[in-house]
């Protein structure tokens, strides 16, 4: 709003507000700050008053105009002339009104905005119907242009197929000039090929029916000139508003060019399948571009590569090639790129899929664009077979000049015609020397066997092939063994023209063979007469060597044993030995010294002492053993009859150590005792003896008797010790001689019982005789010595019962006499020791003895070969058996 | 005051002669006829010497000096070996196990009799 009187503008803002008419005001009152408002406010309608500082409506509107053609601009302003409100509206200003009256003012501001946004609006699409015109005629005259440019001809037909439009392109392709086509019937003129005919006139029904909108085909057609050509057509139909078709719309283009490549293309392709197919070879296509390689089914048939093992580019076939031919392989390709040839070769060695090479011709055609190269095509030739071919040609024109070997061509007849330098060295003969001559005539001498001679001349004439080994000589008579390979030549008629002889020196084998035949002969010899037993065996284990010391010692003939197992000739109880040793030998390892029991044809059992070593061929294949042997039965038993005496002697040995042992342990101890039985007498007689010397003055006579009777009493008891120890050393010493004689059984018992009696004084010995025999033979000392230690004893270990009793009795075969007493008894402990020497009882107390009276009578009954036993009880008494043999004298 | 003197000997002729030789001598005799006997008889009179056999039934020369030797009280007693086992190896054992004086059966009066004292007087020990 311009206006510059506050008071005006608020009560036109006021009435405003109060018509609802939502408008945002914004006042300025003088040029300067309207300029300012419009620039950062634009706003949808303009109020202004006349009269302004400086300023009036007139040119508020033009600036306002200058600047917002389609704001409506409307003046309210006090009293002005009709006049003036005519010309502020011819000069653009949308509506006046009067301050005094304002009640118009919301709907003139409605009208006023309303009306320029028409005015807008209609501006503008005026505006955009000039453009759309302008861009349709550019459209239409930039279509001419392609319509006349084009290399598509473009003719439009009517609905009934008169020609309405032909374009000058279609006036080239075809010939006839628009004139002569324009609204003609096709009498005049026919433009469709009659083979394609029927196609046509389908396809252009189905567009006049309406069915299809545009369809594109290629067909044939004359040109004016009567040219079959080859078109692509592309039609359209256009519609009225009904639907109904109104004419067609046809492009058309020559391809009758491209047609024909492609014939030829397919052609080709055609035919390359089938080379492909024909030809063993593998062709190749190779995209140089793309790097992309074909292949034809050779690559399988000749590398054996299937579909998926072949990566189609060039890095696959170049890593094929063997390493030794890669590098000169792709340097020739690249040469051949370089100099911009066409045909490139090259020879190499290409694996195949099982990893093996073949010989390959490769020959490829190099297509260049622009002189670079862009596909090349190629074929791949195995020439391994004619490779080989090749190289065995070579190898034989190298072996018949340069071979040491001896080579000799005759004709027919068997004369010389050529001979090379290795006849020359080996022979000695020069061409000019033999040609002509038999070469047999010369070169056999003395040694030269006649049989293989005869051989010879037999096969020579049956026109064989053949080989034979001979001895020939040479110039200077030096012997040498050859191997002869002869074989006949026949012309194309199969008429013998030659014979070519190649004679190999196998002198030095001939000499190894001869060794070797020698030492085998020797060997087998050796073994055949050996004397020792020598069996072979093979690897099953059965017999393939046998000698005659082997059929001699095991009684079976060669043939008996040969082809049968070895294993039969052994005891049954060693096979599992015999097989170990054997598994051991097929291992390679010689195994010697086992000593085998054999069993002979007669089945004699014999001991071999048998060392098997391996039998080895030249490739250390091990193919049987062989075992020498040796009889050693006797020496076996020998052994073992002296090992079983060796092993009683040294036992007898052992034992009469021990015994030794014993008896001197015993002797020392014996002695030591025997020293402390006669220290104690001595002792006592020596504390008299000392008594007396020292007190007899104090001693009475009586006692002093007493005294020296104590020392002849010890003195007594010393010399019966003494008597004893010598009885018992005598026995010890075997130096007690028996003496037999007869002895009265009554005398001497009863005798001896009265004897003791006396001595004792004290005890009674009550004898009872029950004998059947009267006397007796026996050794009288020695049976005395038994019976009176027993009886002695007897009394002395019975202060109470003072009574012993003595029985002998007899059977038919022995003497036995008992001892029996009511004494003390022999303690349990002390039985096993009753008869040792110097061993007392422990209840013996104060009761004299030396402890060697049952030692002595033990002694004595063994040396009679009796037997003594004893039966006691502690405090009940004792009773002794002796047991004598009764012998006849 | 009389030394006594307890002898242990169980041969009888041998111990009764030297009881009648050592009361000749002065001493006050006691007798044992084996070690057994020889312990009773020790605590019963407490003896100043002791003169032993050492082959003695029950209990033996060696075993009863053993036992003298571990009594506290008793072991400065002094003991006299008089033995006919006369080796040196018992003569070794005997002196080992803490007697004074190793002598051998037969041994002349003279010399027993003046052990006996160089013993009691501390001579020997």
């Known amino acids: 709003m311009l206006e510059d009187n506050s008071d005006d503008a608020a009560f036109i803002l006021k009435t405003i507000n109060r018509a609802h008419l939502n408008i945002e005001t914004k006042v300025v009152s003088n040029r300067q700050d309207f300029v300012a408002v419009l620039d950062a406010y634009s706003p949808e309608i303009m109020l202004s008053d006349h009269q302004l500082p400086q300023f009036t409506s007139s040119e508020a509107l033009q600036i306002a105009r200058a600047k917002f053609p389609f704001i409506p601009f409307i003046l309210v302003t006090g009293a002005v002339s009709e006049e003036f409100a005519a010309s502020i509206i011819r000069a653009g200003a949308d509506d006046y009104l009067l301050k005094s009256n304002l009640k118009r003012l919301p709907t003139a501001i409605k009208q006023a905005i309303e009306r320029k946004r028409t005015e807008e609006s209609l501006q503008k699409s005026q505006e955009s119907k000039e453009l759309a015109e302008l861009e349709l005629k550019n459209a239409h005259e930039r279509l001419l242009f392609h319509l006349e440019n084009t290399p598509l001809g473009n003719i439009e037909w009517d609905n009934e197929f008169l020609i309405k439009t032909w374009s000058k392109r279609s006036e080239e392709i075809f010939g006839w000039s628009e004139s002569e086509v324009i609204d003609q019937q096709r009498n005049g003129f026919s433009i469709v090929y009659e083979g394609d005919m029927r196609m046509t006139v389908r396809v252009a029904q189905q567009l ?51 047609k024909s490549f492609e014939e030829i293309l397919r052609e080709y392709h055609d035919r390359y399948q089938l080379l492909s197919k024909a030809t063993n070879d593998a062709i190749w296509d190779w995209d140089i571009k793309l790097d992309f390689v074909v292949w034809t089914h050779g690559i399988q048939t000749i590398f054996g590569y299937r579909g998926r093992e072949i990566t189609p580019n060039k890095d696959w076939w170049n890593e094929k090639i063997h390493k030794a031919d890669q590098g000169r392989v792709i340097r020739g390709m690249s040469e051949a790129f370089t100099a911009k040839v066409s045909n490139w ?72 015609e050529w001979v090379n330098e290795g006849f020359v060295s080996m022979t000695g003969y020069t061409l000019q020397e033999v040609r002509g001559l038999n070469p047999g005539h010369f070169l056999q001498g003395l040694e ?121 000739l052994f005891d049954p109880s060693i096979y599992k030995k015999v097989e170990d040793i054997l598994e051991k030998v097929f291992t390679g390892k010689s195994t010697r010294n086992y000593e085998l029991p054999l069993v002979s044809k007669n089945g004699k059992h014999l001991i071999m002492l048998v060392s098997i070593s391996p039998r080895m061929d030249s490739n250390k294949d091990i193919y049987g053993a062989i075992c020498v042997g040796q009889d050693i039965t006797e020496l076996f038993r020998y052994r073992q009859g002296l090992e079983k005496m060796v092993k009683e002697r040294t036992r007898d040995l052992n034992e009469a150590l021990q015994k030794e042992k014993e008896l001197v342990e015993m002797k020392s101890k014996f002695v030591s005792i025997a020293s402390h039985e006669f220290r104690t007498p001595l002792s006592t007689i020596s504390l008299v003896a000392g008594l007396l010397k020292k007190h007899h003055g104090k001693i009475s006579a009586t006692e002093f008797d007493t005294k020296l009777e104590t020392i002849e009493k010890q003195v007594l008891n010393m010399t019966y010790l003494l008597d004893d120890i010598l009885t018992i050393g005598k026995a010890d010493a075997g130096k007690i001689l028996t003496n037999y004689s007869s002895i009265s059984i009554e005398d001497f018992f009863n005798q001896t019982a009265r004897e003791i009696e006396q001595n004792d004084g004290t005890h009674k010995i009550k004898v009872k005789l029950s004998c059947t025999i009267k006397e007796f033979t026996s050794d009288e000392k020695l049976l005395r010595n038994i019976l009176i230690n027993l009886l002695t004893n007897a009394v002395k270990f019975s202060s109470l019962i003072k009574t012993v009793y003595l029985t002998v009795s007899n059977s038919s075969d022995f003497l036995q006499f008992t001892v029996e007493d009511k004494g003390i008894g022999i303690a349990q402990e002390d039985m096993a020791n009753i008869f040792t020497a110097f061993h007392r009882g422990g209840n013996v107390g104060t009761i004299q003895g030396t402890g060697l009276g049952l030692s002595i009578a033990k002694k004595a009954v063994d040396l009679l070969n009796g037997e003594i036993t004893v039966q006691s009880k502690v405090g009940k008494g004792t009773v002794f058996t002796i047991m004598l043999p009764l012998l006849l004298v | 005051m009389k030394k006594k003197i307890l002898v242990v000997e169980d041969t009888f002729e041998a111990l009764d002669n030297l009881r009648e030789l050592l009361e000749l001598e002065g001493f006050e005799v006691v007798t044992a006829a084996n070690g057994a006997e020889a312990m009773y008889k020790f605590y019963l009179f407490t ?79």
């Open chain 1, 208 to 258: 006049l029916s309406g069915d299809i909108e545009r369809n594109n085909i290629q067909n044939r057609n004359y040109t004016k000139d009567g040219r079959v050509i080859w078109c692509d057509w592309f039609n359209s139909v256009m519609k009225d508003k009904d639907g109904k078709v109104i004419t067609i719309m046809s492009l058309v283009q020559d391809i009758t060019a491209r």
């Open chain 1, 345 to 416: 070769t090259s020879d190499y060695q290409f694996q195949c899929s099982d990893g093996t090479y073949k010989h390959v011709l490769d020959r490829g055609y190099i297509i260049y664009d622009n002189d670079q190269p862009v596909r090349m095509i190629g074929s791949m030739q195995d020439i391994t077979k004619q490779k080989e071919f090749v190289e065995e040609i070579e190898k034989l024109s190298l072996v018949a000049s340069k071979t040491s070997n001896s080579v000799v061509i005759t004709d027919a007849d068997d004369h010389i």
């Open chain 1, 448 to 568: 030269t066997d006649r049989g293989t001679v005869k051989r010879i001349q037999e096969k020579l004439q049956k026109q064989e092939s053949f080989t034979e080994e001979i001895v020939n000589y040479s110039k200077d008579d030096r012997k040498y063994w050859v191997r002869l390979d002869i074989s006949p030549v026949f012309d194309d008629k199969g008429q013998l023209k030659h014979y070519i002889a190649i004679q190999t020196d196998i002198s030095p084998q001939k000499a190894f063979e001869n060794q070797i035949t020698n030492i085998a002969r020797d060997l087998s010899s050796l073994i055949e007469n050996a004397n020792v037993p020598i069996f072979g065996i093979d690897r099953n284990g059965d017999i393939n060597e046998w000698n005659l010391i082997a059929a001699e010692l095991l009684e079976y003939e060669k043939s008996d044993v040969i082809k049968k197992e070895w294993m039969q």
């Open chain 2, 47 to 125: 003896p100043d010497i002791v003169i032993t056999d050492l082959r003695m039934p029950k209990m033996d020369g060696f075993t009863f000096i053993e036992k003298l030797k571990k009594t506290e009280a008793l072991k400065s007693i002094p003991i006299i070996v008089f033995s006919a086992n006369a080796t040196s190896e018992n003569e070794h054992n005997s002196l080992q196990s803490g007697a004074a004086l190793f002598l051998k059966k037969p041994c002349p009066t003279e010399v027993l009799l003046k052990s006996i004292h160089s013993v009691l007087d501390g001579t020997i020990s």
